[in-house]
């Protein structure tokens, strides 16, 4: 079937298909794939059924033949539909690109000379918008017979109020990443779930293992399954902290997790929901209080399941910590109309940590090529191997996870934090030594007595990211952090301490250091030495006794 601009049709998972006269005008309630051309743009729109506590839904984009990508959509390991795109073009019409070189250079058989006709730079002058890759014509010169060797993918899918937009690029199998051996090019795979996830329902899907063959489909299978253990770990997180906080709740959204791996191997994991799809009943600041763990653990659950294949993990709180703890600068940003507050590395809108004061919730993000990971990825490339190893490794793990989760008296999170040595990190990143570790630290940083002060959360956060790092808490002190000069420079010569105001957002610079000496010494470093170069620089160095 080919599909012509404007044509809308709606293909039904048996093979029947319909022309539509509106692609607004569905069969009512059907599943199927609505397919439309508007604009130059190709639209496929997957309706289905959640019929499921727990549904796997995977999207497989592969090599087919020369010019073609197959596209498979599977739901709950069963192939629904699949649809073939090529760049050949034939019948493109070269028309409107001929008149306007003809405007350009003038040529009077200008409707079938060769494109060197019109000038011998055209190979430089002709390129595809996106790729910026020179113009796909036959060997005379004489017709565009191909299009650009790669092609974006834009995946839109809306979960109650939250909206996942990510942009791929397929290449028709022309990456130098591609080998036709892994069964896919990109994977993208979601667990949809619709109430609290136990081990029971966990240990379904790995029994699956095997039903799924080597390639795209055990590769989908294995980004289906890391969404899936990231959701159980977080649940399983949840349950714990309600009975120490002393709420209830239940899962009253239905709560989506996303992984997937690039054109490039690179494997994600994306929660677009830190709050998981909680309802939480109980006193204000117990609610608070555990939005603010169960939210700053899905980062952790993250690093887990990823790390559970035995991939080396990007974390974005580990990284934007480690950067503040090797005494990059960053800034703590408070926002009069959003009520929250921001934590980054200066110049940088890489990592960031965003806080809720309205909910309590905590969004650690990573943003790479273009998106928004509320999540961890891959430290390294070309992790290919989920069509087969890696997804064997991830099941073998989950049933270690089980294990001492079932078995471990002293509560969930105990058996978390011995699981994460399974995940390939140090237990001092582990969910025992944060969740502990930050309720002990919000105590004492007086945020539980105190949930709106701004001065308080600045110092908890900052201590609970410096205990996160292995050897954190012996290496640097998190009070130095807090008694450090907020120094601030207004751009007129002057300096301030403490925040900046900015119209409605306050702005607080900082950097840390071994000891309090060290802590000065980086504060002057970065806020006064990048401006003036004098010599009372090192006098004043000298006068606070900071050594050489």
């Not at 006269?21 to 639209?43: C, H, Q, R, W, Y």
């Not at 090019?185 to 136990?198: D, L, P």
């Amino acid at each position: 079937m080919y599909i012509n601009k404007g044509d809308s049709y709606f293909v039904f998972f048996n093979g029947t298909r319909i022309k539509l006269n509106s692609p607004n005008n569905l069969p009512t309630n059907s599943p199927g794939i609505l397919i439309k051309a508007v604009n130059d743009v190709m639209t496929f729109t997957y309706y289905d059924n959640v019929k499921w506590d727990v549904n796997q839904f995977s999207v497989i984009y592969n090599k087919a033949i020369l010019d073609y990508e197959r596209i498979d959509f599977i739901s709950n390991g069963v192939n629904k539909s699949t649809i073939f795109l090529s760049n050949a073009l034939p019948g493109f019409d070269e028309y409107g690109l001929r008149q306007q070189l003809y405007r350009t250079y003038g040529i009077s058989n200008w409707l079938t000379c060769s494109y060197q006709s019109f000038t011998p730079n055209y190979y430089n002058i002709l390129r595809y918008t996106d790729t910026k890759e020179k113009l796909g014509v036959n060997s005379y010169g004489t017709r565009v017979v191909y299009g650009a060797s790669q092609e974006n993918i834009t995946t839109l899918l809306k979960i109650n109020n939250n909206t996942i937009n990510k942009k791929e690029r397929i290449s028709y199998g022309t990456s130098p990443y591609y080998s036709s051996s892994n069964g896919f090019e990109i994977v993208q795979s979601f667990a949809i779930v619709k109430n609290k996830i136990t081990n029971d329902m966990v240990k379904y899907w790995v029994k699956q293992n095997t039903s799924y063959p080597v390639g795209g489909m055990k590769a989908a299978y294995g980004t289906f399954l890391t969404a899936l253990s990231t959701i159980l770990i977080s649940d399983s997180t949840a349950t714990e902290l309600m009975s120490r906080l002393n709420v209830s709740g239940f899962r009253n959204q239905t709560t989506v997790g996303m992984a997937g791996i690039n054109n490039l191997g690179k494997v994600y994991v994306h929660i677009p929901d830190v709050n998981m799809g909680w309802k939480i009943s109980g006193g204000e600041k117990n609610i608070l209080m555990f939005n603010t763990l169960n939210s700053l653990m899905v980062s952790e659950a993250e690093r887990m399941s990823m790390g559970f294949s035995g991939i080396k993990v990007n974390s974005s709180i580990e990284l934007l910590v480690n950067a503040i703890n090797n005494n990059q600068a960053f800034t703590i940003t408070y926002d009069v109309n959003t009520n929250s507050i921001i934590i980054m590395l200066e110049n940088s809108t890489r990592l960031s940590l965003v806080i809720d004061f309205n909910t309590g919730l905590i969004k650690s993000i990573l943003q790479d090529e273009s998106f928004e990971y509320k999540g961890a990825t891959s430290a390294n490339l070309n992790n290919y191997c989920y069509h087969n190893g890696l997804t064997n490794n991830l099941d073998v793990n989950l049933e270690n996870l089980f294990r001492f989760l079932e078995d471990n008296a002293g509560g969930i999170l105990v058996g978390l934090g011995v699981a994460a040595i399974i995940a390939g990190g140090p237990v001092t990143l582990s969910v025992i030594a944060v969740v502990i570790g930050v309720g002990l630290i919000l105590d004492a940083s007086g945020v539980t007595t105190d949930w709106y002060n701004l001065r308080k959360w600045g110092d908890a956060l900052l201590s609970i990211g410096i205990s996160v790092i292995p050897g954190g808490t012996a290496v640097k002190s998190a009070k130095i952090v807090t008694k450090m000069p907020w120094i601030v420079h207004t751009g007129t010569g002057s300096w301030l301490k403490g925040p900046l105001e900015q119209g409605s957002k306050y702005i607080t610079r900082a950097v840390i250091g071994e000891d309090t000496k060290s802590v000065v010494r980086n504060a002057i470093n970065d806020n006064v030495i990048n401006y003036y170069a004098s010599t009372w620089y090192n006098n004043i160095l000298n006068t606070l006794g900071v050594p050489q």
